[in-house]
């Protein structure tokens, strides 16, 4: 009953902003935070000296400014691209700035990097789930064997998250993406973005990331269904060319779920999406919070240093 509240609670509490004509968003990096604005976005980064250090630039990619990338569906898909290509951006620059500008970090080493992180991602939430629902279900190829892979994927999701935020530097790592939930709260909520109105606000936000991937688990068990009666091998190339079509549906579900926001059942339905993130996210403290207010006030104004990291828009 106590869990049952508490996921209760927090959905009505991060749901309770109004509607916004945009939806500012936002990714945690080293010692600093990511925010996508409406034409730019920015990244700030605490400096080993204590000093917050901005970026800013203007998104030119035609994936942000076509209008046909912000239609139903395809605006999925260019989410998911601009999570990896902001976010690989944005890693590269705190980097430096934790590092002094001197340092050099080659773009293919983040590249690969980036790579790398995406093949562990895949082995890890679809190959598992299909190499462990195998071994349950002995082999054979059934539409139940394709419920099992979904109930072994968002298991290995929770004790994926679970297990990382042990880790010190990934816990403060949540601790900012906690800020930038905060932050984006606040604004949302027509507060004064400062840290005593932000520090008030919920760590929890329905359209993160992570409660983004709640809901691809979800979507993965209808969308591969069909594919139960096909080959291991052949299921398994199926359901990563698939990865777009369940992002798009995905992204898709999740802005349905804000727009009902306010009513009773979309705050039940949210409950599992936001109670996820109590893995993914950490309490931040003032000095973070103050990182993730001047990310997100560049990325509104377009204001602050402009340092650019190598590598292609």
Known sequence: MRCRDLLLTVAVNAVSA?????FYGG??????????GKDRYAVAARRPDGQIEVCTDILRSRVYTASVWRRPFLRGVAGLYETIHLGMRALQWSALVQLGRDAEIG????????IASLVFALALFIGVPLLLGGLLHRGSQSISAVLIEGAIRAAVLLAYLLLIGLIPNVRRLFQYHGAEHMAINALEAGDSIDVAHVRGRSRLHPRCGTGFL?????????????LGLLPTAVRLVCQIVLVPVVAAVSYEIIRSLVRVRHTLPG???????LGTQLL?????GDAQIE???????AARSGDGYVFEASGAR
């Open 18 to 22: 109004p509607p916004a004509t945009f």
């Open 107 to 114: 773009e293919g080493a983040i590249r690969g990097a980036m």
């Open 291 to 297: 990182v993730a207010i001047a990310a997100l006030d």
């Open 267 to 273: 705050r039940i339905a949210l409950a599992p999406v």
């Open 280 to 284: 993914s996210t950490r309490p931040p």
């Open 214 to 226: 709640v809901v691809v688990a979800l979507v993965s068990v209808v969308v591969f269904a069909p």
């Open 27 to 36: 990714q945690a990096v080293i010692e600093g935070v990511l925010m996508r």
